[in-house]
């Protein structure tokens, strides 16, 4: 049996296989695009209290982008009077991880400074020493319970 191709039936074909190509690479590329894209959107919050428990108001806490070589300052926010702070940085790339700090001999922060002599950390709700990374475009929460002088 000798079957003949007749050319609208090879167009046909053709034209099948170029949509089915076509519509491949485009799921491919929009699936590439999704998986390449990291939301760098970071979330910081927390409480500052005293060894008693009580909210401690006007309390510096700083964001710091971290290299190798360096650190850069993206945010900074002073405590509220229910001793709560929240900063939402949105962290550039050429950071890939952030600190936050109470930071204790700046200027700005004389209430730490003249009251106060350390703190002890809690992370997401457990008690750390490993003070203080925050995962880039993730929620962290840090809470400081300061030492009095």
């Given at each position: 049996?000798?079957?003949?191709?007749?050319?609208?039936?090879?167009?046909?074909?053709?034209?099948?296989r170029v949509s089915l190509l076509i519509f491949t690479v485009?799921?491919?590329?929009?699936?590439?695009?999704?998986?390449?894209?990291?939301?760098?959107?970071?979330?910081?919050?927390?409480?500052?209290?005293?060894?008693?428990?009580?909210?401690?108001?006007?309390?510096?806490?700083?964001?710091?982008?971290?290299?190798?070589?360096?650190?850069?300052?993206?945010?900074?926010?002073?405590?509220?009077?229910?001793?709560?702070?929240?900063?939402?940085?949105?962290?550039?790339?050429?950071?890939?991880?952030?600190?936050?700090?109470?930071?204790?001999?700046?200027?700005?922060?004389?209430?730490?400074?003249?009251?106060?002599?350390?703190?002890?950390?809690?992370?997401?709700?457990?008690?750390?020493s490993d003070c203080c990374t925050a995962l880039v475009g993730?929620?962290?929460?840090?809470?400081f319970q300061l030492i009095p002088r």
């Amino acid at each position: 049996m000798d079957q003949k191709w007749k050319s609208s039936d090879i167009s046909r074909i053709t034209f099948r296989r170029v949509s089915l190509l076509i519509f491949t690479v485009s799921i491919i590329m929009n699936l590439t695009g999704c998986f390449l894209k990291q939301d760098r959107t970071t979330t910081v919050y927390g409480t500052i209290t005293d060894q008693n428990g009580q909210p401690v108001d006007s309390i510096l806490v700083m964001v710091l982008g971290m290299q190798i070589s360096h650190s850069e300052v993206l945010s900074q926010i002073y405590s509220d009077k229910a001793g709560e702070y929240e900063i939402m940085v949105e962290v550039p790339k050429k950071f890939n991880s952030i600190n936050v700090g109470v930071p204790f001999l700046l200027i700005e922060n004389p209430k730490y400074q003249n009251n106060y002599k350390g703190k002890k950390t809690t992370k997401d709700g457990k008690r750390t020493s490993d003070c203080c990374t925050a995962l880039v475009g993730k929620k962290t929460r840090y809470d400081f319970q300061l030492i009095p002088r």
